[in-house]
């Protein structure tokens, strides 16, 4: 050990209740700021995965961003003569090329798609009419970019590609309707097409509106159902990184030509506000360290204080004033760092203990348990936050220490 660290250490040790306090400052800030930072990452994490878990990280369809240019002004940008009143040519809606279109965003990497004919239909059963989404999925690319098989509470994605005349429904709308597994129920398009459908499969995510109003059929039975023969209006896309959606759903855009929207984009005000919320909250438990370093920065600029005579008989010697900041930097480091682990040990069981909380939101059905996030960056920020923190706390009393002059302080004792 050199006499540097060895006098640092004799300070604290000699100053046992100061150091214990400006020690428990320490394990507590670093303590509380895992605690709180789990915690609250935790809720955003599980906010967000049940957010793009829910909904398609990326949805391609039918429509553009801008509307279409008619043909006069495309070939005459600067022409005098304006045409008015010119009515589109009557089409059926949907993607076209869509095959075409699935091979190429199937081809960049680190997605998954799945297309999809969404409309709506009037289903009746035993005098009851309600109208639904009715979503027309190929089941084998739906269990890619879809979560929706794991809240089935009867029946499977599979028993619908089995049963070119399946239907899957809503716990809600069953209820409504009084259906179970096997019911036939009829379904009407706006056209005036009616399929009869075998409910094979029921799902419940949560959402009441959801569950009361959204169906899913092959999608051969609902372009047949729908008179859209071999069209889609929706691609649904999964990614591998939910936060590349935005410059992943820019490039399918510009090769496409079709409106494509990230969760990021739909969700932008909800990003917003977990954003502010996430200030809020490192303020706050920074807030907490920074107390605690003014226990150290009390403590080293008392040890200087005493020690005054001490640092001029060490001068005289022949240490130089960064030697005499090292010591009380060499402090603050060691303040630092063990409070920094015995603060993430105190800090890992609050957030164990956390973990096995379990509450009952109002108007949930189940307990759930506080979410937690276990990231090693929260670990490795509130430890660095700390050091800095008692680092900062030391520099003011060592700079003190280090300007300390020999020859005045000698002379005052003799």
Same mark, same amino acid.
């Given at each position: 050990m050199s006499i540097r660290l060895a006098i640092a250490v004799t300070h604290l040790v000699n100053r046992k209740r100061p150091t214990l306090v400006s020690l428990t400052g320490i394990v507590l800030g670093v303590a509380f700021f895992l605690a709180v930072s789990s915690l609250m990452r935790g809720s955003e994490r599980d906010f967000i995965k049940r957010l793009i878990d829910n909904s398609p990280h990326i949805t391609v369809s039918d429509e553009y961003r801008n509307p279409q240019?008619?043909?006069a002004v495309v070939r005459w940008p600067e022409g005098a003569v304006e045409v008015r009143r010119v009515k589109p040519l009557t089409e059926v809606r949907g993607i076209r090329g869509h095959a075409r279109k699935l091979a190429f965003i199937e081809s960049l990497p680190g997605l998954r798609a799945a297309p999809v004919l969404m409309g709506s239909v009037v289903l009746t059963f035993a005098g009851r009419i309600?109208?639904?989404?009715?979503?027309?999925?190929?089941p084998a690319k739906t269990k890619g970019v879809s979560t929706i098989e794991e809240k089935f509470t009867q029946g499977s994605l599979d028993a619908l590609a089995?049963?070119?005349n399946g239907i899957v429904i809503g716990v809600g709308l069953a209820k409504k309707?009084?259906?179970?597994?096997?019911?036939v129920v009829n379904a009407a398009s706006p056209g005036g097409e009616v399929r009869t459908l075998k409910v094979v499969g029921m799902f419940r995510t949560g959402n009441a509106n959801y569950d009361e109003t959204q169906t899913f059929a092959l999608l051969k039975r609902v372009q047949g159902l729908l008179d859209r023969p071999n069209r889609i209006n929706r691609f649904i896309i999964q990614l591998d990184d939910p936060y590349a959606a935005r410059d992943v759903a820019a490039v399918?855009?510009?090769r496409t030509g079709y409106k494509s929207v990230s969760w990021l984009e739909a969700s932008e005000d909800l990003m917003s506000v977990l954003l502010v919320r996430n200030l809020i909250m490192y303020s706050v438990v920074s807030a907490i360290l920074v107390v605690a370093a003014f226990g150290i920065y009390n403590t080293i600029s008392t040890i200087v204080m005493e020690k005054t005579?001490?640092? =001029?008989? !060490?001068?005289s010697m022949g240490f130089h004033a960064r030697d005499v900041r090292r010591i009380f930097l060499a402090e603050g480091v060691m303040l630092g760092l063990i409070g920094s682990l015995l603060g993430l040990a105190l800090g890992l069981g609050l957030m164990a203990l956390l973990a096995r909380v379990e509450i009952k939101p109002p108007g949930a059905t189940e307990l759930v348990h506080l979410p937690i996030y276990w990231g090693y960056e929260q670990y490795l920020l509130a430890a660095g936050f700390a050091l800095a923190s008692?680092?900062?706390? =030391?520099? !003011?009393?060592?700079r003190k220490a280090g300007r300390v002059?020999?020859?005045t302080i000698l002379r005052g004792m003799g």
């Open positions: 240019l008619q043909p309600e109208g639904v989404t009715l979503s027309g999925i190929v089995a049963n070119p309707f009084g259906l179970e597994m096997g019911s399918i855009e510009e005579h001490d640092i =001029a008989i !060490l001068k008692a680092v900062g706390a =030391a520099y !003011l009393p060592a002059q020999p020859v």
